[in-house]
């Protein structure tokens, strides 16, 4: 999704900002009905959404008519169609050309268009929905960070959707997983002293006077949100994109009156670094630009013409570019599974910076966006990055987008550092999904099918559920004459709430010949490592290169001794899962356990132990002190 800014001087970047969805658009939220949300999962309606034509008359800050064309192709028998659509009223309604009646149901952004079918739609055949309107488009009750369609004067206007805009002007099945596959077709009319932007390739104008007609055509799989147009004077800057056969127009669209020929000079050698690493550029038919159309404090990725909010700095460009590849061709299926998109576009902008500076460059970046930011803005345990909650500010925040980027680099620590398998691995995961959706679970998947590793473990503890360790560590050596032995005791000490994580931790030891790293793999609450070396260590640095989503203290203490022996401290609930049947064990296996539905409803207790079957979702299981997520899927 997009990325919301608050200072746009570039030094200002480098710094753990306060995230937009902690900042000025706390107001907004409630402005554009944003609070607690359920995000739907993916429930694939009667019938498949093909295309979308949309012509709109919009000049004088008036929209003077608006004709949509839904495409649609039977799944199975329909009877009736019903569409999402925020705008009141509708003037009229056609079902292949003849004008059919049509009710309302609900208000604002939950608002449905209810269309019966003269004649049931079987499966296989296809049918033309027409509906017609005009006015203003609505202003408050949209779903949505820009509001949907927003007229800001007569030479101004955008679309921006996600997460439920589009249905406040375009009638649609305005879910993620309903992509329309043929694409989407604009003709917007407006006056001939302004520019129209919008997804895919300009066919033509046509001028009438003093107006103007844009036809822009787009055919690739779009999923609903990312469908947008913007009027504004703008002029342009243009490169040529060359990748092997490949060649492509490039365009950054400038504000007339400020036009800056400088940016977006980055993006062809930001297509190909991605293109390197991903895959050829999704949309490599047809075009990119990226056009300074929304008010300053945003940008948003939008199919082949992402949207910004002033000429702001590489990271964003290279953040929006990400996500052509990464929640435009492959989409999230539900708002659930954001992590995918924000997670992976978060994590290309330090990519980018790999690319750019070498790995020292990617480690500094990475410091500062993702654990700078996490531990300063989120909380332990606070919300795991997959459905972190219901409200809009859980599923676009600190744990979607920078907690997001921190698994994918954890990833690639965990898949031996091997860039060519962890690539390898979103790739494979690419080409599985590549003009549809994904869920959380086909990454976790693909991932494994393509490593052949089992990876459970490290997506149930950093994915499903909450938190990060915090690590207690103190050390002490000893002289075993002629070699030395260092002891490690870890415990892990985070709060109540997050798991026992399981992680290979890297171990640089320095002793007065050198230094050396080793690797010891941390599960349990408290345990004991010893180790062997050829000097005396003098001195620790644990998890040197920042692998590891962690804190820690480090303490050398002569205290501990050769009798220290591993401690079996069992004081965390253990879940069990196997398909829909679940067994929890409480604390030590003896003291009471509880299991709690995601809304706090509690659906079943017993002592020590817990045997039950549960619908898909995540759960809690609360005993003593300690509580444990959990997904059933």
């Known amino acids: 999704m997009l990325v919301f800014l608050t200072s746009f001087a570039v030094e200002d970047l480098w710094?753990?900002?306060?995230?937009?969805?902690?900042?000025?658009?706390?107001?907004?939220?409630?402005?554009?009905?944003?609070?607690?949300?359920?995000?739907?999962?993916?429930?694939?309606?009667?019938?498949?959404?093909?295309?979308?034509?949309?012509r709109m008359d919009l000049w004088g800050g008036y929209v003077h008519l608006a004709h949509t064309t839904v495409k649609i192709v039977g799944r199975s028998t329909v009877d009736t169609v019903r569409l999402y659509f925020g705008w009141d009223p509708v003037d009229s309604v056609k079902y292949n050309g003849s004008s059919v009646p049509f009710s309302t149901v609900g208000t604002d952004s939950a608002r449905r268009l209810v269309i019966p079918l003269p004649s049931p739609l079987y499966p296989g055949d296809t049918g033309y929905v027409d509906v017609f309107y005009h006015g203003t488009p609505p202003t408050s009750g949209c779903t949505s960070f820009g509001g949907g369609l927003s007229i800001r004067s007569s030479s101004w206007v955008y679309a921006d959707n996600e997460p439920y805009g589009l249905r406040c002007w375009v009638p649609s099945y305005d879910q993620p997983y309903e992509k329309a596959d043929e694409g989407v077709e604009f003709y917007i009319t407006t006056d001939t002293s302004l520019e129209v932007v919008a997804n895919g390739v300009l066919q033509d104008t046509t001028t009438t006077g003093s107006l103007r007609t844009w036809h822009y055509a787009h055919g690739h799989p779009i999923t609903p949100y990312l469908i947008t147009f913007a009027i504004r004077d703008l002029v342009y800057?243009?490169?040529?994109?060359?990748?092997?056969?490949?060649?492509?127009?490039?365009?950054?669209?400038?504000?007339?009156?400020?036009?800056?020929y400088s940016w977006g000079s980055s993006l062809t050698e930001m297509l190909t670094a991605f293109s390197i690493r991903y895959g050829i550029y999704p949309f490599a038919d047809e075009k990119y630009e990226q056009s300074v159309v929304l008010p300053g404090g945003w940008a948003m990725e939008d199919q082949t013409n992402s949207f910004f909010g002033g000429y702001y700095a590489g990271w964003v460009e290279a953040h929006e570019l990400a996500h052509q590849w990464w929640g435009n061709d492959v989409t999230c299926g539900t708002f659930k599974d954001i992590w995918l998109n924000e997670g992976f576009a978060t994590y290309n902008e330090i990519i980018w910076q790999e690319h750019t500076g070498g790995w020292s460059a990617y480690r500094s970046y990475y410091d500062r966006r993702a654990d700078s930011a996490i531990f300063t803005y989120a909380s332990n345990p606070g919300q795991p990055v997959y459905n972190p909650g219901p409200d809009i500010r859980d599923a676009f925040s600190v744990y979607t987008y920078n907690k997001g980027a921190a698994v994918l680099h954890m990833l690639r620590y965990i898949l031996d550092k091997d860039t060519s398998l962890f690539f390898g691995a979103l790739r494979y995961y690419r080409s599985r999904h590549s003009g549809s959706y994904a869920l959380t679970s086909d990454f976790v998947n693909d991932v494994q099918t393509f490593t052949g590793r089992d990876l459970t473990w490290f997506f149930d503890q950093w994915v499903y559920q909450p938190g990060w360790p915090v690590y207690d560590v103190r050390w002490n050596r000893f002289d075993d004459g002629g070699s030395w032995r260092l002891l490690l005791r870890v415990e892990q000490v985070q709060p109540a709430g997050a798991p026992t994580f399981k992680m290979p931790i890297e171990v640089k030891v320095f002793t007065p010949s050198g230094d050396t790293t080793v690797v010891i793999w941390d599960s349990l609450d408290v345990q004991h490592f010893w180790i062997t070396l050829s000097d005396r260590p003098d001195s620790l640095h644990w998890d040197p290169e920042n692998w590891v989503l962690e804190q820690h203290t480090l303490t050398y203490d002569p205290a501990l001794n050769l009798s220290e022996k591993p401690e079996v401290a069992v004081r965390d609930v253990v879940v069990r899962v196997k398909g829909r049947d679940v067994v929890v064990y409480g604390v030590n296996g003896r003291f009471p356990v509880s299991v709690y539905s995601s809304s706090g409803r509690l659906i079943s207790r017993g002592d020590g132990k817990v045997n039950v079957t549960l619908s898909p979702g995540v759960y809690y299981a609360v005993s003593k002190d300690r509580v444990k997520a959990f997904v059933v899927k």
Do not use: C
């Open 237 to 260: 800057n243009e490169w040529t994109w060359t990748y092997g056969s490949i060649t492509m127009p490039v365009r950054a669209w400038l504000i007339a009156s400020d036009p800056d």
């Open 15 to 54: 710094q753990p900002e306060e995230p937009f969805y902690l900042k000025e658009h706390k107001r907004s939220f409630r402005s554009y009905g944003y609070g607690l949300y359920d995000w739907p999962d993916v429930e694939i309606p009667p019938y498949d959404v093909r295309k979308y034509t949309i």
